[in-house]
């Protein structure tokens, strides 16, 4: 893979201040417009001196008509096509591998351009396809269930790399159609749903997650419902308030105790951001998405952890407050973890108390178990270029650790 001349911060577009000048190809090297928000391409058009409105022609053809092949742009003359060629690239992530369950999930491996692998998993369920994608490579919050956090941290995802991985699901979808149907990203048979929910801690890749959501939801771009794309923070208070400034894209916090030992155990960036901050950052985002809108808590069951009816009081208590819905995940064993799932009568035992007490909750079904599709354990397996996973099982086993 080429390397990437870095335009991913969502500010860098006109009038936007620092940052405004936009990506330039006057130093030899081809911009991935993979990597540009619709301003910035305007941009970059005009100061190579074409018109902005090639920005939507050349949108269209790469997200709408999922073509990359500069000839193929037939609104294009000869000597713009040639242009084309001159200052842009098309990169996106390489697949490495590609695997699809008995119930029709789909989970690559995608190579990124720092050259490291990442996860994408797609759901296909009663007329949504929803796409989970990676905003790291690997995770350094290290939330105890976690099979990413075991692995270590390794980068940052470019916006490009992130928007690819909607590209590249997209792309398939598209394959897969009949023939004369037409496959848009964002309608029945695209790409209908982003969550990203899969490797890595999004709002601390804060920059490249707010450009490429940007682009999930732009009309030239996925053109996905803002309801539908949703960023999941394990509870980065600052990025949440900052988020609110910037966005409306739908949030989803990854909860998984209602007290703050337990917490503190499972998810440790709440010794730095404990749930009452948190809570009171959940209430400030909901508040900027308008009445009709939620936020959606997660919680991971874990079988005798945080899964009996007083945990699910407390939390019914704990979240009195703030405009949810709750996201109920019997947890997803994988080697060297120590947590176990729940049976399915006290799964629906939590579910039921908290539906009386007045809470959307929804259960969410395993899919894709003959995949390795739990976050993070196909990579696992595929590439550990820290080995930190094996060292966490060691200390499991010696006794080390929890
Ligand atoms: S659950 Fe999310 S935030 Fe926590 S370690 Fe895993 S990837 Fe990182």
Redesign the pocket.
């Known amino acids: 893979m080429t390397s990437e001349a870095r335009v991913d911060n969502h500010n860098a577009v006109p009038g936007a201040g620092e940052g405004d000048a936009a990506p330039s190809a006057a130093d030899g090297e081809r911009v991935n417009l993979f990597s540009l928000s619709r301003a910035q391409m305007e941009a970059f058009f005009v100061e190579q001196g074409e018109k902005a409105f090639r920005a939507r022609q050349i949108m269209k053809w790469m997200y709408h008509r999922g073509v990359l092949d500069v000839d193929a742009m037939t609104d294009l003359s000869k000597r713009q096509r040639a242009w084309l060629k001159e200052v842009a690239r098309f990169d996106l992530p390489e697949v490495v591998t590609r695997k699809e369950s008995r119930d029709g999930t789909v989970k690559w491996i995608v190579r990124v351009a720092n050259g490291n692998c990442v996860e994408t998993v797609l759901i296909p369920d009663k007329g949504r396809n929803t796409l989970c994608v990676s905003s790291q490579v690997g995770?350094m919050?290290?939330?105890s269930f976690?099979s990413?956090?075991k692995q270590g941290f390794n980068g940052n995802l470019s916006t490009s790399d992130i928007v690819g991985q909607v590209w590249l699901a997209d792309a398939e979808l598209r394959a897969r159609a009949a023939p004369g149907e037409v496959v848009r990203p964002g309608e029945p048979g695209g790409v209908t749903n982003v969550v990203l929910m899969g490797?890595?801690?999004p709002l601390l890749n804060f920059d490249n997650v707010v450009a490429a959501t940007d682009l999930m939801m732009d009309d030239l771009a996925f053109g996905i419902s803002k309801r539908r794309v949703t960023i999941s923070t394990?509870g980065v208070v600052p990025g949440i308030y900052r988020l609110a400034e910037v966005s409306d894209v739908s949030l989803a916090i990854?909860l998984h105790a209602p007290y703050d030992p337990l917490r503190d155990e499972l998810?440790p960036i709440n010794r730095k951001y404990p749930i009452e901050d948190l809570l009171a950052a959940c209430r400030h985002y909901v508040a900027g998405l308008g009445e009709r809108r939620s936020l959606t808590m997660e919680y991971t069951l874990l079988q005798g952890v945080n899964d009996s009816l007083e945990d699910a009081r407390a939390l019914a208590a704990l979240l009195r407050d703030v405009r949810c819905k709750i996201n109920l995940i019997p947890f997803n064993p994988f080697p060297g973890s120590g947590y176990q799932r729940p049976d399915e009568g006290r799964v629906r035992a939590f579910q039921t108390l908290l539906m009386n007490a007045g809470y959307a909750t929804m259960l969410r079904t395993t899919r894709g178990d003959d995949i390795d599709a739990a976050?993070g354990q196909l990579v696992g397996q595929v590439e550990d270029r820290t080995r930190r996973k094996e060292r966490y099982i060691a200390r499991r086993r010696a006794g080390e650790v929890a």
Do not use: K, P
């Open positions: 995770c919050l290290d939330c976690c990413t956090g490797m890595g801690e394990a990854s998810v976050c």
